[in-house]
Every structure is written in C-alpha cells, then in structure tokens.
C-alpha cells in the first residue's frame, strides 16, 4: 500500500495513520472480506503493492479504532474483548476480530459490535444486513471455537456527526450520541452456507472478473452516480470505473 499526503500531514500524523496490526495472507478471508464486492477483493489481492491511499482517507477508521482501545483499556466486567477467532473451511482461513463478547448466563454470550459512524446511517438503516451477515460470521467463527452465543447480538453506535437540532427535529434521528441497535443473526447453518457461497463467488472472479452490481456500487436507481467508487481504492486498476467515467 502507498500513502499520498495531500493535505500535508506531520510526521506523526503519518505514523499514526499508517499504523496497521492486521496481517494480511492470501489464503485468509476475513469477514468483510467475505462480504464486500468480489471485483474488488481481486482488484485488490492483484494490485497490493500498487494500491495508494491518502492519510486523509484512513482517518474515520481511525476513530472506531480509538473507540474499541479505549473499551479494551476499560476491561469490560463479565466480557471477552478484542479476541481473533478463525477457522480451515473450504482449505482456507476464515477469521474474524469480535469487539465484545458479553456474558448473559453462565458460560453464554451475546455479540456486541462497537462502531463509529454517521448518525444517518440509522436514520436510513441501509447497512442493516451488512451488519447482520458481518455478526453472524463472527458468531459462526465463535461457536467453531467454543463458544456458545446467542443469536441476538447488538450494535452499539458511537456518532461523528450528531447534533441535537437534528434530534429535536426528527423523531427518527438517534436521540443521543450513543445508540444502540438490536439485531438477530442467521442460523449457524444458513450462516456457513453464506460463507461458502462468498467463497465461491471469490474463486470464480479470480478466473473471470465481474463487474460490481448498480448494489454494490450503492446505486438506488441505475441513473446514480456510483457512490462507492470515491471510496474504493482499486479505481486505478478498474476497467469498470473507467468506463462509467467516460460515460
């Protein structure tokens, strides 16, 4: 991966920004991996040392990052944090980082996912099935290493951007600053057949590339402006890009 600095960062701000504990293996298939547009995980597994992005674009990741160190530091009572579970399927890893495991009864646990974002993603709860599949691979991961875990799990949301003009206003906008969204999961069972689904669909693109669906380019109406093409950093590499460019 390549930084650009266009906003002309200090040091420090860099080597923070730049700082990643993931390690990154071919043959691993993290859940977002499993989850996110399969043209893009071939653009980027084909492309790693030529991917560039800017500091600027690495810091809201930076603030959900901040927010689960500072629940580590805490040390939750009657929780497991912060744990990477994983698992062979299909002859690959499949692996996942939980935020929380919080314990309900003895010996059981619920999924609590930490996030920080805009508080108009509730408003809209457009990313609501992503973060359904998101738990449910995390809780599949987690029964295969022992555990045992509910399939009712929830997000607790940290808001960037919440004002409380717009909590007045709108009965629907987040009431405070933290929010809380209960979920329900899939079953193991429907859960597993997603993961290998995804795989699936992973394999074939590496032999066939396809093209990113008007969904997954997070179009409404095929007359959109693909929006999720400013934050994908395979635009360079993407024939598919450079077409709706040109149009």
């Known amino acids: 991966m390549k930084y650009t600095n266009k906003f002309d960062f200090p ?3 860099m080597e923070y920004l730049e700082f990643d504990e993931y390690d990154y293996d071919p043959n691993t298939y993290s859940a977002t991996t499993l989850m996110k547009p399969a043209r ?4 980027e597994r084909q492309n790693k040392e030529a991917l560039e992005t800017d500091y600027a674009d690495i810091i809201p990741s930076r603030y959900g ?11 939750i009572s009657h929780s497991i944090q912060e744990e990477r579970v994983k698992t062979i399927f299909k002859d690959l890893i499949i692996t996942g980082k939980f935020d929380m495991l919080k314990e309900i009864s003895k ?18 709860g457009d990313k609501n ?12 991961l987690c029964t295969l290493n022992g555990y045992r875990v509910s399939n009712k799990a929830e997000i607790c949301f940290f808001f960037t951007d919440w004002n409380r003009a ?13 929010h809380i969204l209960p979920l329900t999961l899939m079953s193991i069972e429907a859960t597993e057949a997603y993961v290998e689904e995804r795989i699936g669909v992973i394999n074939a693109a590496f032999k066939e590339l396809p093209r990113c669906t008007d969904k997954e380019l997070w179009k409404k109406k095929p007359e959109d402006p693909p929006k999720r093409c400013a934050y994908c950093n395979c635009r360079n590499f993407c024939e598919q890009y450079k077409e709706m460019v040109g149009e």
């Open 11 to 13: 040091d420090y701000v």
């Open 40 to 43: 893009i995980t071939v653009l």
């Open 65 to 75: 990052t901040a927010i689960h160190d500072s629940f580590e530091h805490v040390g």
């Open 107 to 124: 010996g059981f646990y619920k999924l609590v996912d930490l996030k920080s974002t805009s508080a108009w993603a509730i408003v809209y």
């Open 129 to 140: 099935d992503d973060y359904i599949r998101q738990l449910s691979i995390y809780r599949w």
């Open 166 to 178: 717009s909590a007045n206003k709108n009965p629907n906008y987040p009431q405070a600053r933290v």
